[in-house]
């Protein structure tokens, strides 16, 4: 990597099973990606910590994304792909920088309030049932885009408070320690909310209303046949920007197809049922050859684990720079 190379640099949290919203808002535009341009991308299980405390499904939730991104094409040349928590300074970092972290930062994280917010609402203590890992969460992103000396961080739109809350913890470093950090940009590609799911509302697990990106044929077939439609009857037109299905459609199909598709809507004379068995078969055929991938990966987990070490190989000399220049800085 040359000097004047900009670092880019993402995570992704292994908090469920990856689900079609989170393909095509998320997993999708990184790929794509990865065929041109470098990047540290890692699965951030310690941030998963402050919600889910079962280390099989982190585990799980680890393979199945690290399966999924490289059955679906991820350029392992070019993206450095590893787990987070793999990279010891990880942690030192995170202790070092809650030292430059003013308290009232974290009061403002949009994550903290809206977890205060709910607890108020419910007429709960404020802080009922939230834990350290939640409220220091932005220390701990802070750590991994600084830890790799990253320029860009791509990142859903919900996240670009906690890219620029890095950019502000590194600023305060440089004030008291000179130098040491570079000012890292959050770049809002992914398209957070896009995708809706089976009941209309966003895609979500929090909504359970998702379509398992890699689900075995049969089940990918009955999800699809649950999408919530409205009453028109076969005969009438409909508007295809008010279809779930179509939303879902124009992902996964070529643009000749998509407008061939919405002058379907347009037209009447489609059933809903004919437009989901249509979206099965497209999506099904997309996903069939990075299914079957995806299968052999999570047959064979220790070829999983392979690749995050040789991602976490390439990530280590990096972080183990970064924290040496940290320490001097701080402790002489
Ligand atoms: P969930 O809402 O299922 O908990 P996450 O919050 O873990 O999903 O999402 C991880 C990333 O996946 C988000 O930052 C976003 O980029 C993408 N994503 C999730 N849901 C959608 C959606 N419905 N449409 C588009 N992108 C989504
Ligand atoms: N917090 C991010 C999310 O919930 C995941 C993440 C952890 C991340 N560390 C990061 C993203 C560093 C970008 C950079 O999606």
């Given at each position: 990597?040359?000097?004047?190379?900009?670092?880019?640099?993402?995570?992704?949290?292994?908090?469920?099973?990856?689900?079609?919203?989170?393909?095509?808002?998320a997993?999708?535009?990184?790929?794509?990606?990865?065929?041109?341009?470098?990047?540290?991308?890692?699965?951030?299980?310690?941030?998963?910590?402050?919600?889910?405390?079962?280390?099989?499904?982190?585990?799980?939730?680890?393979?199945?994304?690290?399966?999924?991104?490289?059955?679906?094409?991820?350029?392992?040349?070019?993206?450095?792909?590893?787990?987070?928590?793999?990279?010891?300074?990880?942690?030192?970092?995170?202790?070092?920088?809650?030292?430059?972290?003013?308290?009232?930062l974290?009061?403002?994280?949009?994550?903290?309030?809206?977890?205060?917010?709910?607890?108020?609402?419910?007429?709960?203590?404020?802080?009922?049932?939230?834990?350290?890992?939640?409220?220091?969460?932005?220390?701990?992103?802070?750590?991994?885009?600084?830890?790799?000396n990253?320029?860009?961080?791509?990142?859903?739109?919900?996240?670009?408070?906690?890219?620029?809350?890095?950019r502000?913890?590194?600023?305060?470093?440089?004030?008291?320690?000179?130098?040491?950090?570079?000012?890292p940009?959050?770049?809002?590609?992914?398209?957070?909310?896009?995708i809706?799911?089976?009941?209309?509302?966003?895609?979500?697990k929090?909504?359970?209303?998702?379509?398992?990106?890699?689900?075995?044929?049969?089940?990918?077939?009955?999800?699809?046949?649950?999408?919530?439609?409205?009453?028109?009857?076969?005969?009438?037109?409909?508007?295809?920007?008010?279809?779930?299905?179509?939303?879902?459609?124009?992902?996964?199909?070529?643009?000749?197809?998509?407008?061939?598709?919405?002058?379907?809507?347009?037209?009447?004379?489609?059933?809903?049922?004919?437009?989901?068995?249509?979206?099965?078969?497209?999506?099904?055929?997309?996903?069939?050859?990075?299914?079957?991938?995806?299968?052999?990966?999570?047959?064979?987990?220790?070829?999983?684990?392979?690749?995050?070490?040789?991602?976490?190989?390439?990530?280590?000399?990096?972080?183990?720079?970064?924290?040496?220049?940290?320490?001097?800085?701080?402790?002489?």
């Amino acid at each position: 990597m040359s000097s004047t190379e900009k670092i880019v640099l993402t995570g992704i949290k292994p908090t469920g099973t990856p689900h079609v919203g989170n393909y095509v808002g998320a997993l999708k535009p990184l790929i794509e990606q990865s065929q041109t341009q470098k990047t540290f991308m890692f699965i951030a299980d310690l941030h998963a910590l402050n919600l889910i405390h079962d280390a099989t499904q982190i585990k799980q939730h680890t393979y199945e994304i690290t399966a999924m991104l490289v059955a679906l094409g991820l350029n392992l040349d070019n993206a450095i792909l590893f787990r987070q928590s793999d990279i010891d300074e990880i942690y030192q970092l995170n202790t070092l920088l809650t030292n430059v972290t003013p308290k009232g930062l974290m009061n403002r994280a949009h994550s903290y309030k809206a977890a205060m917010d709910k607890n108020i609402a419910n007429g709960d203590d404020v802080d009922a049932g939230i834990n350290m890992g939640l409220y220091t969460y932005p220390i701990l992103m802070s750590a991994d885009i600084l830890l790799y000396n990253s320029d860009i961080v791509p990142v859903g739109a919900d996240q670009k408070q906690h890219v620029e809350f890095a950019r502000d913890i590194a600023g305060y470093f440089n004030h008291i320690y000179g130098e040491t950090f570079k000012l890292p940009t959050p770049v809002i590609g992914r398209d957070t909310g896009l995708i809706p799911g089976l009941d209309g509302r966003k895609m979500s697990k929090s909504y359970d209303n998702t379509i398992p990106l890699m689900a075995p044929e049969k089940e990918l077939k009955k999800k699809i046949m649950r999408i919530i439609t409205d009453s028109k009857t076969p005969e009438e037109a409909k508007d295809p920007d008010e279809s779930t299905i179509y939303q879902l459609y124009k992902h996964f199909a070529s643009e000749t197809e998509v407008a061939e598709f919405a002058e379907m809507f347009r037209a009447g004379g489609m059933g809903y049922g004919t437009a989901k068995t249509i979206l099965f078969e497209k999506i099904n055929s997309v996903l069939s050859d990075a299914r079957m991938e995806y299968e052999r990966l999570m047959a064979n987990t220790d070829e999983i684990e392979q690749i995050l070490k040789r991602g976490a190989e390439r990530a280590k000399p990096v972080a183990m720079e970064t924290l040496a220049r940290v320490k001097k800085a701080m402790l002489g």
